[in-house]
């Protein structure tokens, strides 16, 4: 039982874990937007970001919308996997598939486009805003699709071991 416990908590992580990303980066952005340089990022919104802050928040919420819905749909087929007896292989073929929108979000979030844009939008004073943190906040899209991938393999180990062989 508490195998399956900490199966469940290892699938569920991943969206938990892609919606801190997006928690993580939004105070960095406001963080950003709230600092007074010579260069103003923008005039301020009413959720607190500069305009500047608005466009590249669109960004990262985008990154985390692509990896949580992978997560979401990982943690589905983990579920699904610990409780079928048949049908296996198309459902870890599913979650392979899974990972390809996983690793994009992944991908674009360790190449961090925050600081960057902001450099491209000649706000420079944004970017050396933005907290030292901020370019960790990866860290979390990583440890989310690593934490899936373990569960999904004693998912699939406790579903293995559970079901009578065939025969």
């Known amino acids: ?12 992580s991943g969206p938990v874990l ?3 990303y997006a928690a993580v980066n939004y105070a960095a952005l406001r963080t ?13 919104t009413s959720d607190g970001l500069s305009s500047l802050g608005s466009d590249l928040w669109w960004i990262v919420r985008g990154v985390a919308l692509v990896a949580g819905v992978a997560a979401v749909g ?3 087929v983990g579920l699904l996997l610990r ?7 198309a459902l870890l073929v599913s ?5 390809l929108p996983y690793a994009l979000g992944l991908a674009v979030a360790v190449y961090n486009p925050v ?27 990583l440890a989310a699709a690593l934490a899936q991938a373990v569960g999904l393999v004693r998912a ?7 079901s009578p062989p065939p025969g």
């Open 95 to 99: 979650s392979g598939v899974l990972i």
């Open 115 to 141: 600081p960057r844009l902001a450099g491209f939008y000649d706000h420079p004073a944004f970017a050396d805003a933005l907290p030292p943190w901020q370019s960790f906040s990866a860290l979390l899209l």
């Open 18 to 20: 892609a919606a801190a």
């Open 156 to 162: 699939h180990t406790l579903a293995r071991t559970a």
């Open 74 to 76: 990982i943690a589905v």
């Open 83 to 89: 409780r079928a007896a048949r049908g296996r292989g």
């Open 32 to 44: 950003a937007s709230g600092a007074r340089g010579d260069a103003p990022a923008g005039r301020i």
């Open 1 to 12: 039982m508490r195998e399956r416990t900490g199966t469940l908590i290892l699938l569920l």
